[in-house]
């Protein structure tokens, strides 16, 4: 009678064991649908795993989100702007750049330069918006786009830019000649604009070729 007594007792204890070796596997298991990305450490502790979801979101984004993001993340540090509206012209930036055949580092740099990414900023001689496009001269390309308001609006600024650096690279035969036009500084001997979007463009293509390294890894 003792025997069949202890024997049961030994059996519930086992299953009370594996219901909670099952229990605890099955919330870690559901550990990475947390809302807020907790890890459990027993007890009833849990801590944000923000490495673990960053490990996440680096591995699900593909070679030119992560080469964007990288050039974002610099940006936005270097210039105080915020990722958000960084993002959205690096992404703008990126597919002018193939629509019109320029690269967009070159079209990111002119930014900075011209602006420091100031998307309502205005020169006393009329320049508007990212790239300081002047309206005046280019009143054809705006035409279906706005208009010369519509310059304070990131894309149409972004877009128009890239369409005057292409026309000048094509008349210039030469990237620098195409950028000293740009700034209205063409016949300037020293080059200082098209040396200062240089220099800011190599620190992006650093971004870039760092970026694309990482993913080779």
Known sequence: MVASLLARACAGAKSLLAFTGIAAVGGLLLLPLHGDGARWYGDGVFE?????SGAIQA???????????????FIAKRYRVSDAAVANYVAVAYRAGEQYNV?????????????????????????????????????????????EEALLEPEVNI???AQILREYQ?????????????????????????????????????????????QTV
């Open 48 to 52: 944000p795993a923000v490495a673990v």
């Open 59 to 73: 591995f699900a984004e593909t070679p030119l989100e992560r080469e964007q993001r990288a050039i974002t993340e």
């Open 103 to 147: 690269d967009p580092l070159l079209i990111l740099a002119v930014m900075a330069i011209e602006s420091r990414y100031n998307p309502v900023a205005e020169s006393v001689v009329g320049a508007k918006g990212l790239m300081q496009v002047m309206p005046k001269y280019h009143l054809d390309k705006l035409a279906e786009l706005g208009g």
């Open 159 to 161: 877009q128009v830019g």
């Open 170 to 214: 094509r008349r210039c035969r030469d990237t620098e000649a195409a950028l000293q036009m740009y700034a209205g500084a063409f016949d300037e001997p020293s080059g200082q604009y098209s040396t200062k979007v240089f220099a800011e463009r190599a620190r992006l293509e650093f971004l870039r070729q760092k970026a694309r390294k990482q």
